[in-house]
């Protein structure tokens, strides 16, 4: 039978078909080798093995697939390798496989490529890494990314991971040998398309040559029009014009020059040609991405696809702000494959030093040195974002130091020299006291103080120095001589003399009647509350003056020749209470490991506990109801009854959650009680509590608190925050601080605003006031009036005594009326914290050490806020104030919320929560601080000259507006 013309045409063409598609796999397949070998030689340079290429390539390591089975210790290609070295090589191919192996297990679950990239920044490089790593660590590793479904993915991925044991080597294995049968196909393939090729060619060929003839042969009226099928026509064109494969043909252009400053907002293009040349247009269907990781998080950008522009068709433009120093990866995917050079790796360099950036490493308030001897005061340079800085000698900005002696202003120029670390980036300043006494100093750069450069200096002579190490050894029966000059705010008209005591933890004041009846007049905690101000010199008794305050008393005033013996010997036990440093990451460092060595000796064995979640707080209360200290500090291992499930950690933080919210919500238990009515109220303990409430629940509340806090001391997946909104005046008397009428502010703003307030600023002498606080029914009827002072209903306020009424009043709302419940919650916290280590905090820092900080986000902020005012010049300090708190880290947000709205945690709606609303207005000053009035979340922004003059202003006021220093 003769085929026709068209049958032989189509024959042809299927052949040409079938021909080029086994070309361009027979390509694919030799790109895929010459691939692997690229990835096996990087790997090669990577670990420094260019030197064992030879015994590679011997043991016929074609890929790194083929190093991933290479026993090296039994081969005999390495055999004149010394032993050492070996295991060294084997180790760097155990450390593959197990990323390998992470690698293909990510894939068995359709997890993105991106997260394998993101695990290995953060150090998980292995099956057995990823089987620990925390929620919390979870959370921050999805975090920015556009669904929900992948947290999800991994999260499942995790559980089923660890139900599968131990025994991660035979694990591995496995994973690798799937990937070795299925690669072990490929030789095979490639083999059987060089045959197909060829035999398919030479069909092709014979029978386009028989065409032709017969073509040729026939007369003109018999040849038909080519009749080519459009689908074959355009796969053939497509291939041959270069539109597969555009990743490429790319053109990335950079919009900068290196080395490039943080500060900026960077952009740069990518465009794409076809194979030809053209431009290739580019839309959402070609799934291009981008994405900029810098130290393993996800950096914003902006990315704008294709123009209607002709000449932009092809064009990919992206932006990103730069705020963090160091290497940033660029990884720019077309349907998921990288562009030609992708990822690319840019650095950033840190900007110019920043004055209230930059501050001392382990800032003392106090430093004690000695006459001719050189004191180091470290300081860490840092820019404008927070970033290590190099120091360059520079004529107009230098760092200085300016001293004055303590209660005068006399100026002390002190000798000091600087040295340079470059490869830490500190800087040593070495101050030479050459005259003994007390001194306040200030470290600037330039004009500019450094963010903790104020601070004291006692000069002691050599031998006042040992006198000071000899009692710091000794711990107890140290004391010195001084008079009380002032107490209870009165001076008094005939001085006292007393004794002041110092141990390790308290320092005492004494008198003694016949020198050997003694009386305690005040204790002080050895805390950085227990502040020390030096005012001058008594010439009545010829001793320099001091006052001694730790916000819980009223001041004294004292007179002592060994003044700065005694405030030495306190610094001492300071620093040697808190760690050595007064900043809180330090402290919090200082605190934790106290908290671990206190119980290292307990065990941390798992410990079940059986909760119903119906009845989650009694339940909870029944099942610990008889647990000793060591079984406090063991691991709890929760089972919820009626429910399956293992505790791996997560039904043991889910507890703690539902129960903190059972405890400290003030809807729910009713131990704990908001003072407003607005639903973002800091709560303190229940006054009107229920009769079941009873003060053992309040104890059980401080030994959850305690626990979480131990918990966290262990750090890892055992980190476990309090979810709770405290107010402040009850943080304040967790640690012993004096509860003031300032708190009302915060705690109680509807009272504040409608009579603290009005009491404060006003002529108050016709209000009619006692010294007593009236109290009413629900129904408004009047119960009864508490005098705040004895007879206190008989003494009139007037303008001179308002401010002590406002205490008392705060003292009575705040401290006194729940004094039985702080005291059981305390009782129950001190049995796993002791007190003396709560106390190196402030109440703020008290609320980030047991709250932590949330993850807040940006944009929740910009879509939940109101603004007043429209004025160009306040537009633009809005938008530097979005572009500067884009780049705050989570610590610097909680601080700029607690600033603004009086606390750190925000409602679990978040921003769109806040009552009233997050408000930023303009203050009408120029180049000041920014203020705040908590009371109605309002941020007041003043107009400055530039974004860096307001960045530094706006880090002042959210740093030393809430946490104190040791001394003032």
């Known amino acids: ?476 029966n140290i004391w010195y001589e001084a008079r009380l000059l002032e107490c209870n705010h009165e001076k008094l008209t005939k001085p006292k003399k007393v004794f002041i005591y110092i141990t390790p933890k308290q320092l005492k004041l004494k008198e003694y009647f016949l020198k050997i009846i003694g009386r305690r007049l005040f204790t002080y905690r050895v805390c950085p509350s227990t502040k020390f101000q030096f005012n001058g010199f008594n010439n009545q008794f010829g001793a320099p003056v001091f006052t001694i305050d730790d916000g819980a008393q009223a001041p004294v005033v004292l007179a002592a020749k060994e003044r700065n013996i005694i405030a030495a010997t306190f610094t001492k036990f300071l620093l040697r209470n808190i760690g050595g440093s007064e900043t809180f990451q330090d402290k919090q460092s200082f605190f934790q490991h106290e908290v671990r060595t206190l119980h290292q000796k307990r065990s941390h064995t798992s410990l079940p506990i059986k909760i119903d979640r119906s009845r989650l707080l009694h339940s909870s209360l029944k099942a610990t109801k008889n647990f000793d200290l060591s079984d406090w500090c063991k691991n709890f291992e929760v089972t919820f009854i009626g429910e399956e499930g293992l505790d791996w950690g997560g039904l043991r933080r889910e507890w703690f959650e539902l129960l903190c919210k059972e405890l400290f919500d003030h809807n729910d238990s009713g131990l704990f009680k908001r003072l407003s009515e607005d639903s973002q109220g800091l709560v303190q303990p229940n006054r009107d509590r229920s009769p079941e409430c009873d003060v053992k629940m309040y104890e059980f509340a401080g030994k959850i608190v305690g626990k979480c806090l131990y918990e966290s001391s262990l750090g890892g997946s055992y980190r476990q925050l309090v979810r709770a909104r405290f107010s402040r005046s009850f943080l304040a008397q967790l640690i012993g601080l004096r509860v003031h009428y300032r708190y009302f502010e915060t705690d109680d703003p509807d009272l504040y605003k409608s009579k603290i307030k009005y009491i404060e600023e006003n002529d108050i002498d016709n209000m009619e006031l006692s010294f007593s606080e009236e109290v009413y029914s629900d129904s408004g009827l009047l119960v009864k009036v508490v005098d705040l002072i004895p007879n206190g209903s008989k003494i009139p306020v007037t303008n001179e005594n308002k401010l002590q009424y406002l205490d008392l009043l705060a003292q009575h709302r705040l401290a006194n009326s729940v004094r039985e419940e702080i005291d059981g919650f305390l009782k129950g916290l001190n049995e796993l914290i002791p007190d003396n280590l709560l106390s190196i905090f402030d109440e703020n820092e008290l609320e980030l050490l047991l709250c932590g900080t949330m993850k807040y986000s940006v944009a929740d902020l910009k879509n939940n806020h109101t603004f007043a005012g429209s004025s160009p010049t306040f537009r633009r300090v809005l938008d530097w104030f979005w572009i500067i708190i884009d780049s705050f880290t989570d610590e610097q947000m909680a601080r700029l919320i607690q600033f603004t709205t009086g606390c750190s945690q925000l409602p679990p709606g978040g921003f769109a929560e806040l009552t009233p609303k997050f408000q930023i207005s303009p203050s009408y000053t120029f180049n000041t601080l920014p203020t705040a009035h908590t009371c109605f979340n309002n941020l007041c922004l003043p107009d400055y000259d530039s974004i860096e003059q307001f960045h530094r202003s706006l880090l002042i006021a959210i740093n030393e507006g809430n946490q104190g220093f040791g001394f003032v």
């Not at 030689?41 to 790194?64: G, P, Q, R």
């Not at 920015?144 to 025994?167: E, M, N, P």
């Not at 001194?439 to 903790?452: C, E, H, M, P, W």
């Open 1 to 476: 039978m003769e085929l026709s013309l068209t049958d032989q045409r189509k024959i042809t063409i299927v052949l040409a078909i079938i021909f080029l598609s086994s070309l361009v796999y027979y390509i694919k397949s030799e790109r895929e080798v010459a691939a692997a070998n690229r990835e096996l030689t990087t790997w090669i340079h990577d670990n420094n093995l260019k030197s064992y290429m030879k015994e590679f390539n011997e043991a016929e390591c074609k890929s790194l697939n083929d190093v991933l089975h290479l026993d090296v210790i039994k081969s005999p290609n390495f055999k004149d390798l010394p032993m050492q070295k070996k295991k060294e090589i084997q180790q760097l191919v155990n450390k593959e496989k197990r990323k390998i192996a992470l690698q293909i297990w990510l894939q068995t679950w359709s997890i993105p490529e991106m997260y394998f990239s993101r695990l290995l920044d953060h150090k998980v490089e292995s099956l057995e890494h990823l089987q620990h790593i925390s929620d919390e660590f979870l959370e921050m590793l999805t975090v920015g990314d556009y669904s929900f479904s992948d947290y999800q993915r991994i999260k499942k991925a995790i559980r089923s991971l660890q139900g599968k044991g131990t025994d991660w080597h035979l694990l591995e294995n496995e994973l690798l040998s799937h990937r070795n049968r299925v690669r072990e196909v490929e030789p095979v393939t490639q083999s059987l398309l060089v045959a197909v090729i060829k035999i398919v060619g030479m069909i092709v060929l014979v029978t386009g040559v028989s065409i032709g003839i017969m073509i040729v042969t026939r007369q003109p009226n018999q040849i038909q029009p080519a009749t080519l099928y459009h689908t074959g026509k355009k796969s053939l064109l497509n291939l041959f014009s270069g539109r597969y494969d555009i990743t490429q043909y790319t053109n990335v252009t950079w919009d900068w020059e290196e080395p490039q400053v943080v500060g900026r907002t960077m952009t740069f293009t990518v465009k794409f040609f076809h194979k030809n040349g053209k431009p290739y247009p580019v839309s959402d269907a070609d799934s291009i991405t981008v994405e900029i990781m810098h130290n393993g998080v996800a950096v914003a950008k902006t990315m704008e696809i294709g123009s209607s522009s002709p000449d932009d068709v092809n064009l990919v433009k992206v932006a990103f702000t730069v705020h963090k120093s160091g290497d940033y990866s660029i990884c720019i995917m077309c349907s998921s494959r990288h562009i030609k050079g992708s990822p690319f790796t840019k650095k950033f360099d840190a900007g110019p030093i920043d004055a209230s950036k930059t501050g001392f490493v382990n800032y003392a308030s106090t430093v004690v040195c000695t006459p001719d001897t050189a004191y180091p005061l470290v300081i860490e340079a840092r820019d404008s974002f927070g970033n290590l800085a190099q120091y360059k000698t520079d004529q107009n900005n230098y760092f200085k130091i300016k001293v004055t002696e303590s209660g005068t202003d006399d100026k002390y120029v002190p000798a000091t020299q600087i040295f340079y670390n470059s490869a830490q980036k500190q800087l040593a300043m070495h101050i030479k006291m050459e005259k003994e006494g007390c001194f306040q100093a200030t470290v600037s750069y330039g004009d500019i103080k450094l963010k903790n450069g104020d601070f004291n200096i006692l000069v002691l002579s050599d031998d006042a120095l040992i006198c000071v190490d000899k009692s710091i050894k000794r711990n107890h």
